[in-house]
């Protein structure tokens, strides 16, 4: 039982990062659970560890202390989790706790995109085909803007050009400053509008 609430936990909060919405409430209201993320991230639990981390990091049922939810978040990211990787890279690269530095924050939102996070590729600024996969399923009724996209991979243009919307939809590039041949050629297929401020 103890298993399943933790998981379940971590998939909310999870999703509430994916979404770039503050995990704060969730925390604040599930605060009665404090111990049970507690005695699981000590037991080495890596979901428990970045919700323990988390009471830390908003300062609920415990002093706030960044770096102390920095300490779960590394132990957790340690395992490979990639909702704490993401976590570190936020935090490095707004100076959460730490020294803002965003060469420190790229390599945990790159162990992180590997695994199809999705906030943490967008945060590297590269749109590769995994996440424009998850953003088109998420958007599937609606307009995308990808301002945070610096570049674009081949795949991703081609998956794009393709995808049927269930309705018209339109994509906007404002950030993107390069776009190679065959990613502007898997784009041209696209049935929408296309838009692009820098290239």
């Known amino acids: 039982m103890n298993d399943e609430i933790i998981r379940e936990d971590f998939q909310q909060c999870d999703a509430l990062l994916c979404g770039e919405v503050s995990r704060v409430n969730f925390i604040g209201s599930n605060i009665e659970r404090l111990g049970l993320w507690q005695e699981s991230a000590e037991a080495g639990d890596a979901r428990g560890q970045v919700l323990y981390g988390l009471c830390f990091f908003y300062g609920q049922g415990v002093d706030e202390s960044e770096e102390r939810a920095i300490e779960w978040f590394r132990k957790s990211a340690d395992q490979g989790n990639a909702h704490a990787q993401t976590s570190l890279g936020l935090c490095y690269k ?3 706790g730490v020294e803002q530095d965003e060469e420190l924050a790229l390599p945990w939102f790159q162990k992180a995109a590997e695994q ?13 085909k995994e996440i424009a996969e998850q953003l088109a399923a998420d958007h599937r009724y609606g307009g995308m803007l990808l301002r945070e996209f610096k570049t ?28 190679s041949a065959n990613a502007a ?8 509008e296309l838009r692009f401020n820098r290239v």
């Open 185 to 192: 050629k898997g784009l041209a297929a696209f049935g929408g």
């Open 152 to 179: 674009i991979d081949d795949d991703a243009a081609e998956f794009l050009g393709t995808y049927k919307f269930r309705s018209r939809c339109d994509l906007c590039f404002d950030g993107l400053t390069e776009l």
């Open 94 to 96: 707004h100076g959460w």
């Open 116 to 128: 199809g996070h999705s906030l943490a590729a967008k945060n590297m600024g590269h749109l590769t």
